[in-house]
Each structure stands twice: as C-alpha cells, then as structure tokens.
C-alpha cells in the first residue's frame, strides 16, 4: 500500500446513511476499508430508554451526569427482590437501524458510490455503556451479564442478515474509559476495575463471528464538539488495550485511539511504546483536525511516529458536530494525511 489507511469512527452531521455513503464512498475509495452509516439517529438516547421500559428495573433516587454543564439522568437499579436473570429488556434497536442502513450500502455500491470490497461498519456502544452509565454502581457486575445476553441478541440478528464478507463491527469504549478508569462517576471504578472491563470488551469482540471484522474505538466523548475529559495522554487508553488483547478470544482487527488538536508534544504518544499491539490488528490513530488542516496534522504524525506503531488516519472521534457543508473537505483533509508516511 502506497498511503496510510483511513478509518471513519462512527458519527456524521448527515439525515441518513444514504448521504455518508455518497459523500464518503467516492472520496475514500481505496483508502477507507469500513464506511459507517453516520448514526444518523444517533445512539445516546437508546441507553435511557432500553432501562426505562425493562421490567424488572426501576429509578433508584440517585442521579449522574457525563459533564457538569449537562443535565443529570436517572440512576436504575434492580427492584427489590428482583434477580438480574429475572429482567425483562425492551429492545434496544440497532439490529433494525443496521439492516435498513446495509440495504442503502448496497444500494450505493450497485450505483458506484461504494468501491468493491468495502465493508459496512455498524458502529455500537459497548452493553457496559448503558449499564455502566446508568445504573448504580454496585449492582453493574450482577446487572451486566443479564444485558449483555440481550444485547448480543441483536448483534446476532445483524451476523445473520449481513453477509460476514460486507460486515465489520466497531465497538466504542467511552463509558468505560470516562466513567470508570477516570472516575467520573464516583464508585464505578471500584465496582468496574481495568480488568473487568477488558474481560466485558473482550466478551462484545468475541461475540462477533471470527469472518467478520471487529474494531475497538477508545473514546473520551464529544457530545458538543469536544471531550467530556482531555486526556492526558495515551496510558489509560494503552492500559485498556493490553488489557483487552490479553483477554480476547479472537483477532481483534482495529483499534484507535484519539488525539487532541493541542497535542503535538511528544509526551502525549510516549505511553504507546508499550502497547502489545497484536500481529495483524490495525492501529489508527485520530490526529486529523479541521481547524489546523494538514500542517496541523503533519506535526502531530511526527510526534507519533517515535513512539507508535505504523499507524492509520482518522478523527478523533465521529463528526456529527461539524456542519454538513464541511465533510467533503474534511474527508479530503483525511485522504492528504494518508499520503504523508
């Protein structure tokens, strides 16, 4: 390969998948493997809604917030003298959403808008996501299993309409990074320790069929356009990943890691000398940024480069905060990255 691959994380400013696969199929054709459907409906109110209906689970009176600015959400927890076993979850729907935007995958494909061999990414919040988020702390470990089986039901019913050959998955890590290994909710990290959440990461990859292409994004949010928590560097996000390779079950295909705009300081990438990057696994790294365009970019590859292994291009996170006008242009800016090595 003459460039650098391309990664899209998830997220688009676009009203349907139809949209990202026009704009972005044609400017990544060969640089771009997976194309998401830009979680046009987005994805941060199922979580709410999914524990809202389960029977089984009720509000506890208590209250989180993923940033101060924002506002705070119920807590759920088990009504007394239910069994986790015995919960009853509404559906949570990404096995729908994901079938109808694979139908306008191929529908943009036979219209040429798709290279040959690109796959449809189904990019997906981690079970532990909306349990670790939005139930009590202490109840997580005995309330997670039970989700998890339901949950995986549904990336069952996306494995089995999806021709393993077109599918790819993308699992986001954020709750678990944010939440617990930074203790933004108090007690989580007590309850939800790194290898406890490796072990859950490694059980959502692992669900996935071995012939179907599964990714890890490490995240630190941007539900406005920025981080919930800056990072200080890449060491969690390391920690997290040796963690999880330790604990999978099979080849985990990508994993990427964000880079803030300000970050062209060596110090940030210096914990990637540790990463146990597994033989084949892919590794991306989300130093573009629109604001600073390639010069920007150029800078931050350089500083990477001493630490991290050969490493692909992407944001640091999806792009539903910039304004659909500007896409085609960022994307560019993507493909310019993939051609410095």
């Not at 771009?32 to 830009?38: L, S």
């Not at 935007?101 to 219209?111: G, V």
């Not at 039901?153 to 309409?161: F, G, H, L, Q, T």
């Not at 970050?263 to 914990?271: G, I, M, N």
């Amino acid at each position: 390969m003459t460039h650098r691959p391309v990664l899209l994380i998830g997220s688009f400013p676009f009203k349907t998948a139809r949209e990202v696969f026009d704009v972005a199929g044609p400017i990544l054709a060969g640089y771009a493997a997976r194309i998401p459907d830009g979680e046009a409906q987005g994805w941060n109110t199922f979580p709410a809604a999914t524990l809202a209906k389960a029977k089984g689970l009720e509000p506890s009176g208590r209250t989180s917030r993923m940033q101060p600015e924002m506002p705070e959400y119920p807590l759920y927890h088990l009504v007394p003298g239910t069994k986790a076993s015995d919960v009853i979850f509404a559906p949570v729907g990404y096995d729908k959403i994901a079938l109808n935007s694979y139908e306008q995958f191929k529908a943009a494909r036979a219209d040429g808008k798709i290279a040959p061999g690109t796959r449809f990414q189904v990019s997906l919040p981690t079970p532990f996501a909306t349990i670790g988020a939005r139930t009590v702390p202490e109840q997580v470990p005995e309330i997670l299993p039970a989700f998890e089986e339901h949950y995986f039901r549904e990336v069952d019913a996306i494995v089995r309409a999806i021709p393993a050959q077109d599918l790819a998955f993308q699992w986001d890590i954020a709750v678990e990074i944010i939440q617990s290994l930074h203790e933004n909710r108090p007690g989580l990290k007590q309850y939800a320790p790194l290898e406890f959440l490796a072990a859950a990461i490694a059980r959502a990859v692992g669900r996935v069929p071995a012939a179907v292409q599964a990714g890890v994004h490490f995240c630190y949010g941007n539900p406005a356009g920025r981080h919930i928590i800056e990072p200080a560097d890449t060491g969690v996000m390391v920690d997290l990943a040796n963690a999880t390779f330790a604990a999978a079950t099979r080849p985990i295909t990508w994993v990427h890691m964000p880079v803030p705009k300000k970050r062209t300081d060596e110090a940030y990438f210096a914990p990637l000398k540790n990463l146990k990057l597994p033989a084949g696994t892919e590794f991306y790294l989300g130093l573009v940024h629109h604001s600073d365009g390639i010069e920007g970019t150029r800078q931050r590859m350089e500083a990477a480069k001493k630490y991290a292994p050969y490493f692909g291009i992407g944001w640091e996170c999806g792009m539903r905060a910039f304004k659909p006008e500007t896409i085609p242009e960022m994307l560019e800016l993507h493909k310019a990255a993939a051609n410095i090595q």
